[in-house]
Every structure is written in C-alpha cells, then in structure tokens.
C-alpha cells in the first residue's frame, strides 16, 4: 500500500553517534500514536502529514488482546454475579496461600458474626454440635457426685450414733466443716498401691509407680490385660469409641481409670477411698497432658523423653488413710435407750388403740345400710356420726369384740332408707304380703318375682313397682303369671293356636277369642294332621271351639312327594327323596317307567318342588350297551397318542377309526372293565407320532441316551435339559432340538454345561488339605494363621465360582477339632466355637456366609494320636470339607 502523506518539515538535524538514533523518524512516530489514541484531534501543523492508516493496523496487531481482555474485565466488574462466580473460583486457593496470622484477623470478624446469626436463628444447631462433647462429661460428673453423696450418706448413717460421731461433730462445729466431710476424713480407709500410664491407642504401658510395700506382678503384663478387657468390652457390647473403662472391683482392690486424650491413668487402690480422689487422680493425668502432649502423642515405646512423669505419678501412690481405733458408744446407746423406751411404750399403745378403732370404723363401713361420714380421735375419745337404715345392724352391738371402750365412743346416727336391694326387698314383702306361689329374690341386683298370682295382685305389684324410689333397684314382675280361669284359658288356646302353625298343610287364617268361645279358620291339605285331633292334651275345651277349614294341595315337598310316589307307583329299584327342597329320584328303571315321570314333572303346579330324574338310569339293553359304549369311547379320547375321528353304533356293533401313537396305550386293552363286547368292536387305526411332550421325551431318551449327570423334564409344555454333559453329546442335543423345532415342539438345551472337573478337583484337594490350627484352650487363631486364612478364602470363593459355571453348587464343611485334655463336653464346645470363628473370620474375607457350614467334632476325629510328640498341637485346629449338590 503507497503513502500519499506529504513528508514533515521539521528541523534536520543528523544522527549523533553515540545514540544512532533517527530523531526525525522518532518525531514522526510520536505524532501519528498522538493521533491515533485521540482520533478527534484534527490539528495540522506545518509539514505534518495526515493519519496513516497502517497505525491503526500496527496498533491491532500490538494491543488488540489487551483491549480485548480489558473490555472484558470491565465487563465483569459490571455484573455482580459473573464477578462473584470468578472471586469463588480463586477464593480457596488464594486462602490457601494467605498468610495464617493475617488471613485469620481479616476473616475473624465476617466468621463471628456469622456464628453469632446462625446460633439466634437456630440454637438447636449449636446443641446438637455439643452435645456428643458434653453429654459423657456431664454424665460421668453427675455419676460422681451421686457416688459421692451416697457415700457421704452411708458413712454419716454409720457413724451418726456412736462417741467418735459425737467428737467429730464438735469438731465440725470448731472448724466449720460439714459433719459428712469430717466424717469422711475420719472413717474412710484406703491406700493407692499402683499406677500405671498406659498409651491409649497401642495399650503401650508408659510409666508405672508401686507405694512402698506393695506387692505386683509384670506390670507389662497387667498393663496388656487391662487393654485387652477394654477392647473386649467395646467389641462385644458395641460401645462407643470414645468411652472407656471407669472402674473394676475385685473384692477390697478397685480399679480406677482416668481417660485422656492420648493416655489412660490407672489408679490400684485398696479399701475404700472418696470419691474426692477421682478430682486428684484427673488433675495429675491433665498436667501430663499438658507438659507432654506431643511426647505422648507419638509414643512407641521408648520412655526416655517421658522420664519427669514417674515424679508425677508418685504423688499419686502417696495418698492413703490410716484406720483409727473407735470402741463401741455405750454411753450414747445407754442415753438413747433411757429416751426411746418410754416414747416408745405411748406411741404403741396409742397406736394400738386407734387400730382397734380403725378396725371398727371399718366393720361399720361394710355393714349395709350405715354410712360414715366423720370419724375422729380427739382427747382419747371416739366421735364418729353417719346415716343408718333402721332395718340395718345396731352400731352400739358392733362395738363387742373390738376391745374398744364404750364409754369413749360418741355416735350420732341420723335414720334414712337405704336403697340396697336387700333392704327394698324386705319392705316389699312387709308391703305386698306375696302368696305362697310367689317367690321375691334379688338377681344382677335387681328385685325379681317369680311364680303364679291372681291378677289383683299383679296390679298391686305393678303399683309398687312404679312407686319405687329412682336410683334404687328395679322389681321386676314380668315372671309372674295370671292364673285368673280366663287368663289360663286364654293361655291354652295361644298354645294350640300355636302348634296348628308348625303343623305341615295347615294355614291358619285366622284366630280370636269372644264370650268365652274360641273361633279359627284357614286352609288344610287332605294329606296334613287332623286338627281336631290336635285338640287333645291342650286343656282347651272342644266344645267351645268352633273351626272352618278349606281343603287345598299344599306345595310342600312332602306332600307332593307322596302324591307322586301314590301315583307314579314307583319299582323297587327307585328311591324318591326330597333333597334341599327338590324332588330327586334315583335308581334303575325302565324306559317306559320313566316316560311317565317325566310327564309327572311336566304336569307339576309352579311354584311347588322340581321333580329331578335325571338320576334314573334307563335299564333297557339297548341303552346299557350305548351307556357302555361311550364310556369307552370317553375312555379313548382321554388317553394321550390317540385321536378318535370317528365312532358310530349300527346294527348292534360299534365302529371306531383314528391315529393312534405306537407309544400310546393299546386301544383294545383299554376295553376290559368297560362291559363292551371285543367280538362287536370293529376299529381302524393309523399310525402317527404324537407331538405330546411325553411321547418326544420318550422318543429323545431313546435316541440321545442322555448321560446321569443331564435331566430331561417337562415345563410348561417345553421340554427342558438341564446338567452337565461332554460337548459331543450337547453338538447331538442341539441337533435334535433345531429338528423339533420345525415340527413345533421346543427343546431347550440352554441350560447344558459342558462338563469339566479336572481343574475343580486340583483346587478340591488343596482347600480339603489346608488346616486352620489353634493354641490350647482358644477359640481364635493367632497371627500366624492370617496368611492360611488369607489363601483359604481366595481359594473357597474361587472353587464356588468355577463350580456354579460347571453347574453344581458348593458347601463347605468347617470342622472344629480339640485335643484330649480337659472333660468331653468342654472339648465339643470349644470345637464348635473354633468352627464358628473360622467362618467369621472367612465372611470377612469375602466368603459368602450361606456357603459354609459348621460343626463341631470334639475329640473323636483326631488327625493324629493324641500320644504322639505332635498330638495334641495338630488336633487343636478346624478342617474344611468340599461337598457338591
């Protein structure tokens, strides 16, 4: 591109030779980046030429991306959520490399404010922070300080009557003491014998400091144990991690444990000690803590920069208290006794005479018809007042037999009537004066009568019913009958009237009673009961009955089976019986006789029974040899391999043609027991193979000869091959399956398996010979058995896994072993148990749980004799046992 710009006029001036710098181009550049960074300055001046185009090229090509990242920050900064998003991105990386001392005094403020807005908003939050921190504590201080107060209890109880009890009282006065602490200090007797550190995490025994006199054993030793019973404690009943063991009684020794957070102080005490000394043993592990935090955070055994500890620990050894002499307090038991003695002489007889009197105010309280309201002791006299039934017990005759004086007892009793139902019923019997035939008793209290009575009576009973008291029992008289003449009259009739109605072919209409007569009339069948003759033993007069009664057929079964069996005149070979209101008959007859019953049941009124005949068999020997003759041919079509096409009966001979199965049933044996005569059946029978899954089988079996180790079955109309078989006889099955199939018939060979073991019976042979062994009287292995366990499992998991692709399923015998030493049934328990471990142990290892099973052996399958060098070491262990289904 060619510059038309004029050239500048400017001062020449030559190059110096110290710079080689051409000043006139460096104006000229100067000018044209002037113009280009304000484009609206338009000033010309005296040989300046225009703005070159190519600047705005050049300044493209050297800051066009810083312009463009420019414009792009700027943008950032106008959109808050851009530019929070990128400050997000960067934040936790810039954090990281802040500096801690001022990253923390930036962010403490924004943070503090922050917990202070979430703790007002929801202070449940915070709770349920703290509360797995200070719960244990909490918990563990309140057990304390229970402890302590019962103890201080005890102890004050103990000691509270006895001469040193009076010392130290006054000394708890002078010193201003509480007589539980001055006791206390005084009684109780202990001594600290041992204390030993032990590391938290590895049960490592730290440091260890003996009183003087004490007796010990490895305290290495005691220091294992001790970790071990709290790792067996927490294993077995699921405890948390960090709560720990607190104390162990073992007769006049305890154990007390103080936890740490990297060591564990625990304290040997003999006695009895207070429970102040938990306070002192705590602070003594806390300044350990203190001074040797790290030290004993990374402990591993070497003591050496832990050697200012012991000093630490043998201030606790040092605390203990001397038994004193007290003799027994008789000057104090002696002045008790001269007090107590007679208090206790008044305060019994007092006693005893308001329980003679209680005793009687409750024999007054269970006495019908009395009421206590008030009862009272006051000056040695008796007051008592109530309400008293006059038809009740004489309160005054209830004193005798009490042993209460009564001279003492002040009663006022105000007369009521009782609403007791014993009471209600002697005034109705003074009132009523009931005959002899009626009988007043109480039942579900209420008052009942029972009896016969004549209607006066009645009245006047019903009258004293309605007058009775409301709240009081009810007198019921409903069970007392009118033995008025009219009214028994009346009785027997209803009876009569009554039995008329059960009576089958008898209606009653209608029934009433008028001036001592008795009227009745409806419908009566012929064939039903006499209802005059149903008159006697009624004691109704027959005389004063006067009945009309209109002859019709019942439709009753009953009637209408006679009226059929009078006239069908059934043979001997028919029974007629009514069978759920039906009319059947049953049994052998002629044709003819048959004829007629079916016009009989035709001509049958509607609404009456069906009359059934399809039971009767036609007798005829036309009929029987029909009868006899579908049976067989039922017989045929029911016998898989055969297909009747056609059966005809002419000319007394039967004719029968189809396909018939050679595998299938011989259609001429099938007619014995039919009562068919073989010499007039003519048959035709083609053959064919059956497509019957049965007959395929069959026809399979043969040709394939399947080996023992495959099963052919039937399901769901699909013929099923299941097992294990070598690869020449799967090529035939599959064969035979793709020729069925054209015919329509399925024969599922998926579930073959060609059949190898070689490889299961090697790893078979080196799970039977692997042995899991014991040391005596444990239950676990020890660590020299990890890596047997370790190879035992891979190889178990693998051998099930090949034995599934090879079709067959593996179970696993654990066999738990025991030498000869201790009794029987111990033996076959721990044998159990070290079977049992051995399958825990191999479950953790990925086994599956439902693949092994266990038993335990005893000492009756030894793997080698007892009395030999190695006996008792080799038969301690667990053998395993390959089984395939």
């Not at 851009?82 to 924004?110: F, I, K």
């Not at 915070?126 to 300080?145: M, N």
Request: aromatic share 6%; proline share 6%; hydrophobic share 40%.
């Amino acid at each position: 591109m060619t510059s038309t710009v004029d050239p500048i006029t400017l001062p020449q001036r030559t190059a110096s030779n110290d710079t080689e710098i051409d000043r006139e181009a460096l104006a000229r550049l100067l000018i044209e980046i002037a113009r280009n960074v304000d484009p609206d300055y338009r000033a010309r001046f005296d040989g300046v030429p225009t703005a070159d185009p190519r600047m705005e090229t050049l300044r493209q090509l050297l800051v066009s991306r810083e312009i463009s990242e420019l414009s792009r920050v700027t943008h950032l900064l106008d959109e808050p959520e851009q530019l929070a998003a990128a400050v997000g991105d960067v934040l936790s990386s810039a954090a990281a490399r802040a500096p801690h001392a001022q990253l923390g005094e930036a962010l403490a403020p924004a943070v503090e404010r922050a917990v202070q807005r979430s703790i007002q908003k929801s202070p449940r939050t915070l709770t349920d922070i703290l509360y797995p921190v200070f719960l244990p504590a909490i918990r563990k201080s309140i057990g304390e300080k229970i402890d302590q107060t019962f103890q201080s209890l005890n102890e004050t109880l103990r000691h509270i009557f006895t001469w040193h009890g009076l010392k130290w009282r006054f000394e708890s006065w002078r010193t201003g003491a509480s007589f539980s602490e001055v006791v206390l200090k005084h009684s109780l007797i202990y001594r600290v014998e041992h204390v030993f550190l032990i590391n938290r995490n590895s049960g490592l025994l730290i440091a260890h400091v003996t009183a003087d006199n004490a007796t010990s054993e490895d305290p290495q030793l005691i220091s294992s144990m001790l970790s071990a019973i709290q790792d067996f404690v927490k294993d077995s009943f699921n405890e948390k991690e960090q709560s720990g063991l607190d104390t162990i009684r073992f007769g006049d020794l305890r154990l007390w444990s103080e936890v740490g957070p990297f060591a564990t102080l625990v304290s040997v005490i003999r006695g009895n000690p207070p429970e102040e000394l938990h306070e002192i043993v705590r602070d003594v592990l806390l300044r350990i803590h203190d001074e040797c935090s790290q030290a004993l955070e990374q402990f591993d055994g070497d003591s050496s920069q832990l050697a200012g500890i012991e000093a630490q620990l043998q201030t606790c050894v040092e605390l203990k208290q001397e038994e004193s002499n007290q003799g027994f307090p008789w000057l104090v038991v002696a002045a008790a006794l001269l007090i107590l003695i007679p208090a206790g002489g008044w305060f019994f007889l007092s006693w005893q005479s308001g329980q003679r009197w209680q005793a009687y105010v409750s024999r007054l309280e269970t006495q019908p018809g009395i009421i206590v309201a008030e009862q009272k002791i006051r000056g040695g006299q008796f007051y008592i007042a109530g309400l008293r039934d006059p038809l009740g017990a004489d309160p005054q005759s209830l004193l005798s037999g009490t042993q209460v004086d009564p001279a003492r007892v002040h009663s006022q009793w105000q007369l009521y009537q009782s609403l007791e139902p014993e009471f209600v019923l002697k005034r109705l019997t003074a009132s009523l004066t009931p005959p002899d035939t009626v009988r007043l008793s109480i039942v579900n209290d209420r008052i009942v009568a029972e009896g016969e009575a004549p209607d006066t009576w009645i009245d006047r009973a019903r009258a004293a019913a309605r007058q009775l008291s409301a709240g009081g029992p009810e007198f019921d008289i409903s069970k007392v009958r009118d033995v008025s003449p009219e009214a028994r009259a009346a009785e027997h009739w209803q009876a009569y009237v009554s039995r008329l109605g059960t009576q089958p072919g008898i209606i009653v209409a209608e029934q009433k009673i008028r001036d001592g007569q008795f009227y009745i009339a409806g419908l009566r069948d012929p064939l039903g009961a006499d209802p005059q003759s149903l008159l006697s033993g009624t004691q109704v007069d027959p005389a004063r009955v006067h009945s009309q009664w209109q002859l019709y057929q019942s439709l009753e079964p009953e009637f209408v089976l006679k009226r059929l069996t009078a006239s069908l005149y059934p043979p001997d070979t028919v029974r007629l019986s009514i069978v759920n209101d039906r009319i059947v008959a049953e049994g052998e007859a002629p044709d003819t006789w048959i004829d007629r019953a079916r016009a009989a049941a035709r001509q049958l009124s509607a609404g009456g029974p069906e009359f059934d005949i399809s039971k009767v068999r036609d007798v005829s020997p036309e009929a029987r040899a029909a009868e006899h003759w579908q049976y067989y041919v039922s017989r045929l079509e029911a016998q898989p391999g055969i297909i009747v096409a056609q059966q005809t009966a002419r000319g007394g001979h039967f004719y029968i043609s189809g396909l018939r199965d050679p595998l299938a049933a011989d259609p001429q044996a099938l007619l014995s027991g039919t009562e068919v005569d073989p010499d007039r059946v003519h048959s035709h029978w083609q053959f064919y193979q059956s497509l019957d899954p049965k007959f395929v089988v069959k026809r399979l079996t043969a040709s394939l000869t399947p080996p023992k180790s495959v099963q052919l079955s039937i399901i769901q109309g699909r013929i099923v091959v299941v097992g294990e078989a070598p690869a020449a006889w799967i090529n035939r099955a599959q064969a035979a399956a793709e020729q069925l199939s054209a015919d329509g018939v399925v024969l599922d060979v998926s579930q073959l398996h060609e059949l190898d073991l070689a490889e299961l019976n090697h790893l078979r042979e080196a799970i039977q010979t692997t042995d899991i062994f014991f040391s005596s009287g444990k239950v676990v292995p020890g660590p020299e058995q990890i890596p047997v366990l370790d190879r035992l499992a891979g190889q178990i998991k693998e051998f099930a896994q090949d034995a599934r692709k090879s079709g067959v399923t593996a179970r696993f015998m654990l066999t738990g072993h025991s030498d000869a030493t201790g009794r029987e049934t111990a033996n076959a328990s721990i044998s159990a148990a070290r079977a049992e471990t051995v399958r825990a142990l191999l479950n953790k290892r990925g086994v599956a749980p439902e693949l092994l099973l266990v038993r335990g052996a005893g000492t009756f399958e030894p793997a080698v004799p007892e009395n030999s060098q190695t006996g008792s070491s080799t038969n301690r262990r667990v053998s395993v046992t390959v089984n395939l289904d």
